[in-house]
């Protein structure tokens, strides 16, 4: 649980977590206390972990309880606006992120109030490295009184061991440290029983909060409980309990059966470092720790592949000098002579850590070449031993590790995965084990990647412990102790969770769920083992406790996560949806709403007129760790999502925040910030009503919300709606957009429909994330004045700059649909180059372009850079480069590919030495420097390309084409430098500062 600085003294904080067979409730309370004698702010914020679902969640103020519950999303959406439309307050909370989330409420606490918050979440502990772990997080945020945390745990086969480990930060791996030690009281209670009491006096949470580095805050860390149970020589245990039965499965007493692993290792430019440095050191320790009857190949991707071969101690390079035919490569790839798997030998061993890390051109992202070659590896092995006997068939596993996007070979992610799941298929399919590692991974892509191929991803941070983290990732693979594992049950049991697993890893465990009114749901399990085919039996017992919530928590889940990567969603989110409606668990397709009760109520609730608190406004986080709190920095625009609410003030705003699930591959991105949720007073008609606050992630469209506000005025320009999408879908969403800007947001400048359309299109229509974008957008345009004004292009010095370069949209797409930005130098002295007034017309010609022509998907910029001399670099003003690439990484609406770089490559590393500083990983790794135009091929048919490179684009006539329009269409460049953005009426913290450029 974690709270940001505040004047309300928190009186006690209780976290009690009670397991019953391995599924975990954890009940937070916290009472809160305003001493001051007007009304103050206070937030409540808890870290959840990864896989938990909150369950209940309740407010109590002076005695009078405002409880939640769960609803569908839309139908949570409905609720809400209607009740603030009635003139009451409400709250919306919806989860959108499966990695770690992150509950935050705000409230005003009146002078002498007390408040108490209750949050109940639950989960299900998994299984790893032989024990369960319940990880809690304990961030009050000051020094309290009454710090309590107590755990039971109830399991209905003996305890082997319960242990605490040293508080944590929950950031990296750490060891034990005696100054760490949380010093917790463990009870046995009986066998199967036992109890954990951590409950540190001031000066104890003091010395924690110091040795954590939380000094000013109080402690702030992770409170870490393990414990197993003993196991059933077979490994199962099923449990009954009124129709519902869960099934426990971890078998202990078999032997490892032998793997060929192939390491698919990315050594692009963006791994340059640090990150290849973390990933040598977890090498060395992962080879030591392959087993002697192992095999592996190590294989490595940038722009092109290569695989160690250990007859010749280097590594074999494949080399894909066009776009090939995935599927049908073998030949091809049988005809290098790629090495051989390794056999693991004290000898092989060394010489593999001594060559692994051996000289590469660290490029570009080939992820599509790495995997195919990955695959093609594993098949060849494999064939190679299925004539001889069972004992030598080799568990095969791909190990892939990248930390970017794809931009050579194939780039579209979801194609990779469609093509490496075809190819990976038969009786001996691989499974693929992904790792993203560091923030630019697209963690989604993996993640989907590896659930259609039979494994799983994981994120590696970047942070000091990434070879730890990595080095803990492959102990959880490491022993494969069965393969194709089948549950089979009677026919009477119904609504059984998964009952097929490919592998099963020592120290982990299997948990099937389903009804049953019989005795003796299981008939047997079926899987295959280093000695063949084996079958398992397993007794039955009787749970002391209900198992029905871990049945609807386990199946719900699994619903979910097979709705991932689904064909047809729809029946199974309706599955996932019925059950989550009836358990109350907030997921990614319910939310958690309240609603003020109205004066009339049965129950003795004030008026919502006279009330004088604020109402509160709880909402999910985005968050980088299990333990890290959302901050300020750069997330990305593609699935930026904010939690909305609505409320009721006369007092301080509500503050609500927004949160990114995943990187997407555009070249800008949005912050994850604050947001007060309210409109502006002035927007509103003079009412004896309370002034409502408005969540910003809503559409107030309704008649109710309309005649709420009074009328606005029309847009200063329009230009229509863009013919590409014009569809009625995206005409509401238009609508919703600019009706969230008139009536919520009243620093914001008025928009056409040709804008809203243009924010939508270039987020993928979400429009949380077009909300984001244009308030950085527009933000950015108002600090920035020497870009964004004096747009006249028939007075100096931009008028000569029209001759200078030539920056023009190719009237040509290419194959794939993908728009064409050229940009070329026509007179090459540099004494006539400005440098601000080339960026201020390069964003003339976008700006005019993409709000009059037909939108692409997304846009390859290639840069002619024949010409560019160091006289030219010396006139990059860093402090003019910096508040420009800033406005083009967050706030810019257009989606860009690839920027390719011609005919000077020898001003390669100068360039990249002027950018690097100011631009993210992910962006170095979408510039590509080429002397030869046959490069630039592979991704633009010649046809696309002016004449000069031997295309059909006759430049010159374009570039007098493009002058002429930019002449014409003064007008529109004034009426657009009038949308800045009036700070005296943001309701919110600002996005982003005149500080972000200094």
């Not at 304990?138 to 020094?143: D, L, S």
């Not at 924690?208 to 490994?235: H, I, M, N, T």
């Not at 892939?400 to 194609?415: M, R």
Request: glycine share 4%; with cysteine; charged share 25%.
């Amino acid at each position: 649980m974690e709270s940001t600085e505040m004047s309300p003294k928190i009186n006690s904080m209780h976290i009690e977590t009670t397991i019953n067979n391995r599924f975990a409730k954890t009940l937070i309370t916290s009472k809160v206390k305003n001493t001051k004698n007007k009304a103050e702010e206070t937030t409540f914020s808890v870290i959840l972990p990864e896989n938990a679902f909150i369950s209940e969640f309740e407010m109590e103020i002076d005695g009078k309880i405002y409880k939640a519950y769960v609803k569908e999303k839309e139908e949570a959406k409905t609720i809400y606006t209607q009740a603030v439309s009635s003139g009451f307050g409400a709250a919306h909370v919806e989860l959108n992120a499966r990695d770690s989330k992150k509950f935050t409420v705000s409230v005003n606490i009146e002078p002498s109030s007390e408040t108490i918050f209750r949050l109940t979440y639950e989960e299900l502990l998994q299984r790893q490295n032989g024990q369960y772990e319940l990880i809690i997080n304990v961030h009050p945020g000051q020094i309290l009184d009454d710090l309590r945390l107590e755990v039971k745990i109830n399991e209905t086969r003996p305890l082997t061991f319960v242990k605490t480990l040293s508080l944590r930060t929950g950031n990296e791996i750490s060891e034990d440290k005696p100054e760490l030690d949380p010093c917790a009281q463990t009870e046995i209670l009986n066998p199967n029983s036992a109890k954990v009491k951590f409950n540190p006096d001031k000066e104890q949470q003091k010395k924690y909060a110091e040795a954590l580095g939380s000094k000013d805050k109080g402690l702030a860390g992770q409170f870490v409980v393990q414990y197993d149970v003993e196991r059933d020589p077979k490994g199962g245990e099923v449990l009954l309990r009124d129709g519902y039965f869960v099934h426990f499965f971890a078998p202990s007493d078999l032997k490892t059966l032998p793997k060929h692993v192939v390491f698919v290792l990315d050594h692009s430019g963006s791994m340059m470092g640090r990150k290849i440095e973390q990933l040598m050191q977890a090498m060395d320790k992962i080879l030591s720790d392959l087993n002697p009857e192992d095999l592996f190949h190590i294989v490595r991707f940038s722009d092109n592949v290569s695989v160690w071969n250990l007859a010749k101690n280097k590594f074999d390079e494949v080399y894909f000098t066009q776009q090939p035919d995935y599927e049908n490569l073998d030949s091809f790839l049988t005809k290098l002579e790629l090495g051989e798997a390794t056999p693991v030998t004290e000898d092989n061993i060394k010489k593999a850590k001594k060559i692994k890390g051996d000289n590469v051109n660290m490029g570009s992202t080939n992820i599509s070449g790495g995997l195919v070659v990955g695959l093609f590896l594993v098949r060849r092995t494999l064939e190679k031993f299925y004539e001889k006997n069972f004992a030598t068939k080799y568990q095969p596993m791909i190990i892939f590790l990248t930390d970017g996007l794809p931009n050579v070979g194939i780039s579209h992610p979801d194609q990779i995965t469609k093509i490496v799941t075809k190819i990976n298929q038969g009786t001996n399919r691989a499974a693929i084990y992904s790792l993203s590692f560091g923030e630019d991974a697209d963690k989604n892509f993996l993640k989907k990647l590896s659930a259609q191929n039979l494994g799983f991803s994981r994120h590696i941070y970047e942070a000091a412990d990434a070879s730890l983290q990595l080095q803990s990732f492959y102990r959880t693979v490491s022993s494969p102790l069965l393969r194709d594992v089948r549950f089979k049950y009677v026919d009477e049991v119904s609504d059984v969770t998964r009952i097929d697993f490919p592998i099963f890893f020592l120290g982990s465990e299997f948990i099937v769920a389903g009804r049953c009114w019989g005795t003796r749901p299981l008939r047997h399990i079926e899987a295959f083992c280093l000695n063949g085919c084996v079958e398992f039996e397993t007794q039955n017992a009787e749970s002391d406790t209900s198992l029905e919530r871990l049945w609807a928590y386990l199946t719900v889940k699994q619903l979910l996560d097979e709705r991932e990567t689904a064909e047809n969603r729809n029946e199974l989110t309706k599955k996932a949806l019925n059950l989550a409606l009836k358990y109350s668990f907030v997921t990614s397709i319910t939310s958690l709403v309240v609603v003020k009760p109205q004066q009339n109520d049965s129950t003795d609730y004030e008026s919502a007129a006279t009330t004088r608190q604020n109402f509160y406004a709880p909402n999910y986080q985005h968050c980088s760790a299990p333990s890290r709190a959302c901050n300020n920095s750069f997330a990305s625009p593609a699935m930026g999502m904010t939690f909305g609410a609505m409320a009721q003030s006369y007092s301080s705003p509500i503050k609500l925040s927004s949160y990114s699930t995943s990187r997407s591959d555009r070249l800008y991105s949005a912050s994850c910030f604050q947001y007060a949720a309210f409109g502006s007073p002035n927007t509103f008609q003079t009412t004896n009503k309370p002034l409502f606050n408005f969540g910003i992630n809503e559409a107030f469209s309704g008649s109710n919300n309309k005649n709420t506000f009074q009328t606005m005025n029309k847009p200063l320009f329009n230009f229509g709606i863009n013919e590409a999408f014009s569809d009625s879908n995206n005409k509401e969403k238009i609508e919703i957009l600019i009706n969230w800007i008139n009536t919520t947001q009243p620093h914001l400048p008025q928009i056409n429909d040709s804008q809203a359309n243009l924010f939508l299109h270039c987020c993928d229509f979400n429009e949380e994330t077009a909300k984001n974008v244009i308030d950085s957008c527009f933000t950015i345009r108002t600090l920035c004045p020497e870009f964004f004004t004096g747009r006249d292009v028939s007075k100096s010095p931009l008028k000569e700059s029209l001759d200078v370069a030539l920056i023009t949209f190719l009237p040509e797409k290419t194959p794939h649909g993908e728009g064409i930005i050229f940009v070329k130098l026509l007179d090459q002295n540099p004494d006539n180059f400005d440098f601000v007034a080339i960026l201020k017309y390069f964003d003339m010609v976008c700006s005019l372009y993409l709000n009059k022509e037909k939108l692409a998907q997304e846009y390859l910029v290639i840069l002619d850079l024949d010409g560019l001399t160091k006289n030219h670099l010396n006139k990059f003003e860093t402090s003019v480069l910096k508040k420009f690439l800033c406005y083009v990484q967050q706030a810019i609406p257009l989606k860009v590919k690839g920027i390719y770089c011609l005919n000077n490559k020898s001003f390669c590393d100068d360039i990249m030495a002027l950018i690097k500083p100011f631009i993210r990983t992910e962006i170095v790794s979408k510039v590509y420097f080429h002397n030869d135009i046959n490069d630039l091929l592979i991704n633009v048919p010649m046809k696309c390309l002016p004449e000069e490179y031997g295309g059909s684009v006759k430049c010159k006539l374009l570039h007098e084409k493009n002058k002429k329009q930019l002449y014409e269409n003064i007008l529109f460049f004034k009426e657009e430098e009038k949308q800045v953005v009036d700070e005296s009426k943001r309701v919110a913290p600002q996005k982003v500062t005149k500080y972000d450029f200094n």
